[in-house]
């Protein structure tokens, strides 16, 4: 930790703090249990009363002092747990903190925890109020409460994150080592706090499918961590979590401030390994195709993997929500995404931005069951290879027809997914798209002929019309 | 000897306030100085910043001056009491005293 940023917070060594609050309440239960016996025997016997009057001063001082005391000892045990529970901070037992832990409005540490069940909006007042100290504050010793509060601005958010990152990053390392440097053989193996006899193959089996998962899971860390080293153009890191198969929302530019944000869903076999490189590139290359079609107007585009996506397209009889051909993954992202839209919103600086939804294959399905559910607060959707997106008709998604846009290639073999699976593909007739040659601009456009993935391809045309349709210029959609 | 002179005996308040002497002396072994454990908060590290430092100056070090400077006064103000009682009392007088020390 950063010793000379945490000089500028208060702090409290729990051990230290603990001890002198003990002895000092024992000195004032001794004040306590004798003066009253004193100062009667003072007084009778004529005794000079000076010494006796400032032990008593002394008492009530200490009535006053130690309560408080016990109280921020208590308060700052509670912020230890807190701190301590990702290994951040914490881990000597002193925790620091901006301003006076007993706060009549409660300290932001314990008010950041009671945001997390708020809308956007009202976190995002919350924030506003909020001294530069104590943004800076949470922003030091909360990064994984802050980096995934909606409602904060995305540049402390990245702030946040970046530290989880790094954090995530050791600890991951950390653990590989632990799981995969052989031990000698005749040094105890323990998994799980279980004996593992050496002489046992099968029983290593669990030890080294979690180094596998590990290993996976690292390089995609690295991929984003080396994205956001890169500058030109910036990138920031909104959301980020490494439960599960991984949660990650990086932006390229910083949607606050852009007159046009997209955002970009990733469809099956998205997660947290070194595959995100490959989103994360399609991100860029909507990001470049954006800026050079509008020069005048400010972009960003946002790969948000903000849901599990499903792993397989193959049917799994035993987990059939697991895979492609249930639309359960995208029922449970879809409020994920629509409060994700919403935080866009809330945090943009000056007004609306121009916002645009664009879903690859299954995170169409994501888009399209978020958008019949409720208001998805942007302007347009994009439907890349979509599979179908829950509903039977563009006019059941609760936007403006015109606004939906949807492509698939020729030879692209998502073509062929039957319309009881997912819903009618967008790219059907019956779905109500349409093509148009004319000013206005087709609905439904046309891509270069390809595979599942090409659309990113160099040359593919689908890229044109994404950054049309990303910076609100119609009229060239093709 | 007179036989109207009272025979003299040990004062008995001076032994009463030598037992008031020996309870302050056992009290001081729980009112014990504060100093160390105020000087954690604000200047030491259990507490610190501006708050701690202000609750140092202006409640803790006064009390921890308060006690540390009572803990000897407390046994001295008693001994100087002592010293302006007479050892003996007409026994008379004496029988007056503890008639009162032990209505107390």
Known sequence: MNTSASNRYASIDLDVLGQAVADLEETLNGLHQWLPGLERDFAYFGVDTASLNRLGAAKRELDSVVPDLRERHRRAEILLVHQSNYRLHGEDGVVHFTGDLIDGNGHVSHQIHDQTSRPPGEVNQWWTGLGDDEKNYLTEYHPYLLGRLDGVPVSFRDQANRA??????????????????????????????????????????????????????????????????????????????????????????????????????????????????????????????????????????????????????????????????????????????????????????????????????????????????????????????????????????????????????????????????????????????????????????????????????????????????????????? | MDDETPPMVPNPMKAALEQVLKRAQRALDDIMDITGPAETIGVGQGWTGSVAQDTYDHSLAPAANDISTSRTDLITDIETSLGAMDDLVPEDVAELMQAELNSR
């Not at chain 1, 050791?170 to 998994?191: A, K, M, V």
């Not at chain 1, 070194?274 to 079609?293: K, P, Q, S, V, Y």
């Open chain 1, 164 to 478: 989880v990152l790094a954090h995530e990053i050791e600890r991951l390392r950390h653990e590989l080592s632990r799981l995969i440097n052989p031990p000698g053989l005749d040094t105890p193996l323990y998994f799980d706090g279980r004996p593992v006899p050496p002489t046992d193959p099968m029983a290593h089996l669990p030890r080294l499918q979690e180094a596998s998962r590990l290993g996976q899971r690292l390089p995609g860390l690295l991929a984003i961590q080396e994205r956001l080293e890169r500058t030109d153009p910036p990138a920031y890191l909104i959301d980020f979590s490494t439960q599960g198969l991984g949660r990650t929302v990086i932006s390229i530019g910083n949607p606050d401030e852009a007159d046009n944000v997209g955002t970009y869903v990733p469809g099956t076999g998205s997660q947290l390994d070194e595959r995100i490189n490959t989103d994360i590139r399609r991100a860029d290359i909507m990001f470049d195709d954006a800026h050079d079609a509008a020069k005048s107007s400010s972009t960003a585009v946002i790969m948000w993997l903000g849901y599990n996506a499903p792993q397989d397209v193959i049917l799994d009889v035993q987990n059939p929500s697991h895979t492609a051909w249930s639309p359960s993954r995208a029922e449970s992202a879809a409020p994920n995404l629509r409060r994700f839209q919403e935080t866009l919103r809330v945090t943009h600086i000056e007004g609306n931005s121009h916002n645009t939804l664009l879903g690859h294959s299954y995170g169409t399905t994501v888009i399209g069951h978020a958008a019949k559910e409720g208001d998805i607060h942007v302007d347009n959707l994009v439907f890349i290879a979509s599979p179908g997106v829950g509903v039977n008709h563009v006019s059941d998604l609760g936007v403006d027809a015109g606004h939906v846009f949807a492509t698939t290639a020729h030879g692209d073999p998502i073509l062929f997914t039957p319309d009881r699976i997912l819903g009618t593909q967008p790219s059907s007739n019956r779905f109500g798209l349409h093509t148009i040659d004319g000013t206005i601009g087709p609905t439904y456009f046309r891509s270069n002929p390809g595979g599942h993935s090409s659309y990113w391809d160099n040359g593919n045309k689908a890229r044109n019309n994404f950054a049309y349709i990303i910076t609100g210029q119609y009229g060239f959609v093709r």
